[in-house]
């Protein structure tokens, strides 16, 4: 039987620690909260691994110096949810079944959320200005849609840092690193591939393009789907992740 109010304990604990460390929101630690505790029911401490592995590095690098691209650093509830939903879904499926495979689908879903992370924030940082998917030419650095190849190497190392994390643990075994690694990274690509022909890019009145509306400015959709913002792009990416995890380790 699972000790709930362990796990009420352990989640209460983090949340306080990811509050001070300012790594989340005030809703959005709530939200990462009930997650973790639904980590827990579908298969025990193990199964905090690559939550962990993602939430803290990806903290890690947003923090490090010249990879903010002038973004808030504090993720929001509805980011969390974007990366979240998936691998949430997978766990419920593992509570109400017992199936122990579906940690395999968990971990996959969690490094490509790892993988697109490290990418934007090394390759934005570090990797000099992208090539769009789609137009090929070069495109600003952090643009969705874009890589570099620093972004791609560091797309690897994110999705193997937390399938390295999760066989740590004992949540998959180590046969399984190189599955959830790959399947990761694919799910990285595919979160490149929707960013370049799906996500909606807009014109503002000053004639700038940017990923998100402007509250109170007039904007122009120029190419994409109206409502694929980037938190829709991630969730793609995630459950990619997982589907390609599973499909790799079947």
């Known amino acids: 039987m699972p000790d709930i109010a362990a796990y009420l304990a352990a989640v209460v604990a983090g949340s306080v620690l990811i509050a001070s460390l300012r790594l989340l929101t005030v809703p959005a630690t709530f939200v990462a909260a009930g997650m973790a505790f639904l980590l827990l029911l579908a298969g025990g401490w193990s199964w905090l691994a690559p939550a962990l592995a993602f939430l803290f590095l990806a903290g890690l690098w947003t923090r490090w110096p ?17 990366n979240g939903i998936a691998p949430m879904l997978f766990s419920l499926a593992a509570i109400i079944t017992g199936a122990a495979f579906l940690a395999i689908p968990v971990a996959g879903c969690y490094a490509a959320a790892a993988a ?17 998917l789609r137009t090929l030419r070069l495109a600003r650095a952090g643009q969705s849609g874009a890589v570099s190849a620093l972004g791609t190497a560091a797309t690897v190392a994110g999705a193997a840092s937390v399938a390295v994390a999760c066989a740590w643990a004992g949540m998959i075994g180590w046969e399984l690193a190189l599955p959830v690694t790959a399947a990761g990274a694919g799910g990285s690509l595919i979160d490149s591939l929707s960013g ?10 000053r004639g700038e393009l940017v990923e998100e509306r402007r509250a109170g400015e007039p904007v122009e959709i120029q190419r994409g789907v109206r409502w694929i913002d980037n938190d829709v792009v991630n969730l793609i990416a995630t459950a990619s992740g997982g589907v390609l995890a599973w499909l790799i380790a079947a």
């Open 66 to 82: 010249g990879a903010s691209h002038d973004r808030d650093r504090t993720r929001r509830a509805r980011q969390v949810l974007a």
């Open 116 to 132: 697109d992370t490290w990418a934007t924030e090394w390759g934005g940082a570090f990797g000099g200005r992208p090539l769009d």
């Open 196 to 205: 370049a022909w799906l996500q909606g890019l807009w014109r503002t009145e």
